[in-house]
């Protein structure tokens, strides 16, 4: 007991540490299941499944894989590679092993409405659905104590990447503040370094921010070693987004660098909060498809991440979902009363003065031909579903995300990149997972059906490996139905 109360103490100098944590629990499983405190170790084995491994392009058929605490320890050919005795053993004919899949922009209900904390039910649903590693991307106490209560497995769920409270210029609504409130340099120099203390993984930026407080989160953030990611605001503008090589979200700004020189509207288009303003969907009728080129050269040179959430932008405003589709979507079930009042009255907010059907044709259009071009260039995008938005719910979403990928004319194989080894790339983590291989974490799904012959095949789940855990398709049911107390 002294020995491991030894490791106990060394363990909370570190645990803050991206992946320490998870890495440490799968350590102290080993070592105190020797000294006899714990049950055995888990032993699984999948096999003759056909392996989309993400490392390279293409299929590995016939495999056998091997996984013991939560780790990949070997993997090959079916019939050459040993099954260990005492193994459970899961039959993969027909079945298809890809990496669990990222959520590189998510939130939880807790911002919303009343404010009720069901973190821990909304992980379920994200589990139920294959994600095995979500970014929280606007910061609360709350989702840090979620953050360690999966990695020590009292909680099941994803792995969890919490940035700090959203950076804010001023904050208009009322209610809980998710958000530092940073009128100066000064203001925001402080709060990044507090976030940084406080363990958050990133720093957040959103509305309002003007250029000095801007300059000075970036100055801040880089002294303390954290990546900045999020909006970029009409008092920024993209270029010096660009120049600070911020990870973006929504594509920001991006939309308005295909605006003729001599803008319209002072070059502020569609993006961000603008959306929401009828003048700013004037300029849509501006928009210079030729510029796009440019553009993907100018992000390429920044050597940065985007997230584009096209689907929550389509699904909202560019193309819409009838009541009738609302209704009927798998996860409206999973939406707290408490707020679809809200959400029904910010969809008619919007609809009763929607742009023409023109013009949100062409943003359409333009969004998917942007993110289609910056793939192509080798800029490397990230799936994030920005849910639960509207009428969004986490997990669920994130497969229509893929979707939309595939439809803006990226490849199967290039679409499931954005939801495994991008991600883990961008987060430093893709040693350990993010793709399928002897010595990764067992971060993995196993489908029904093959996803590079269709992309929304990544919603046949038949079990997902998740945190030393297997979940059976029952299993998994058992978490969505355990969570639908949130709808209620």
């Not at 050459?80 to 959520?103: M, N, Q, S, Y």
């Not at 031909?369 to 849910?387: F, H, I, P, Q, R």
């Not at 994130?398 to 439809?407: A, P």
């Amino acid at each position: 007991m002294a020995d491991s109360r030894c490791i106990l103490s060394c363990a909370k100098r570190n645990l803050m540490e991206p992946g320490v944590l998870r890495k440490f629990t799968l350590l102290l499983f080993i070592i105190l299941s020797a000294a006899g405190y714990a049950q055995e170790p888990s032993l699984y084995v999948v096999n003759n499944v056909t392996v989309i491994p993400m490392s390279q392009e293409g299929t590995l058929v016939h495999q056998t894989v091997v996984i013991r605490d939560g780790l990949i320890v070997s993997m090959g050919s079916a019939g050459r590679v040993k099954i260990p005795e005492g193994a459970a053993v899961i039959d993969g004919t027909g079945k298809f092993l890809i990496p669990g899949l990222f959520d590189m922009h998510a939130h939880f209900f807790y911002e919303q409405g009343p404010n009720v904390n069901t973190c821990e039910e909304e992980l379920k649903i994200m589990l139920a659905n294959g994600l095995t590693t979500t970014r929280i991307i606007c910061g609360d106490p709350a989702y840090l104590q979620a953050r360690n209560m999966v990695r020590t497995g009292q909680w099941s769920g994803p792995e969890l990447y919490v940035t700090s409270p959203q950076f804010v210029g001023k904050w208009p609504w009322s209610g809980k503040v998710f958000a530092a409130i940073c009128t100066t340099p000064e203001e925001a120099t402080t709060a990044v370094r507090r976030f940084k203390e406080e363990g958050y993984d990133e720093i957040k930026i959103t509305f309002m921010v003007t250029r000095d407080v801007y300059d000075a989160i970036i100055a801040a953030a880089r002294a303390t070693g954290m990546k900045v990611t999020g909006h970029v605001g009409p008092l920024v503008k993209l270029p010096r987004a660009l120049e600070a090589r911020q990870q973006i979200e929504h594509m920001d700004e991006f939309i308005d660098m295909l605006l003729p020189d001599t803008t319209h509207n002072h070059g502020q288009s569609v993006s961000d909060m603008n959306i929401w303003r009828e003048k700013a969907w004037a300029t849509v009728d501006h928009l210079d498809e030729s510029r796009i080129p440019a553009l993907v050269q100018r992000v390429k040179q920044a050597a940065i991440y985007v997230t584009p959430t096209n689907f929550f932008f389509f699904s909202s405003f560019g193309e819409g979902m009838t009541e009738e589709q609302i209704r009927s979507r798998p996860d409206y079930a999973f939406i707290p009363e408490a707020i679809k009042g809200e959400r029904w009255s910010i969809r008619s907010r919007y609809w009763q003065k929607a742009p023409s059907p023109e013009r949100r044709k062409k943003y359409v259009h333009l969004r998917k031909k942007m993110t289609y071009e910056l793939w192509k260039g080798g800029v490397k995008l990230m799936a994030g579903s920005d849910s639960p938005e509207w009428f969004l719910v986490q997990g669920f979403s994130i497969h229509e995300e893929l979707e939309t990928f595939v439809k803006a004319g990226l490849t199967p194989w290039a679409a499931l990149q954005t939801a495994t080894v991008n991600p883990a790339a961008y987060l430093g983590i893709s040693g350990r997972t993010g793709s399928v291989g002897p010595g990764k974490e067992a971060d993995l799904i196993l489908l029904d059906k093959n996803p590079m012959e269709d992309i929304r095949n990544t919603r046949a789940i038949r079990g997902v490996f998740v945190n030393g855990k297997f979940f059976d398709r029952e299993q998994l049911d058992d978490l969505l139905a355990a969570a639908r107390v949130i709808g209620r």
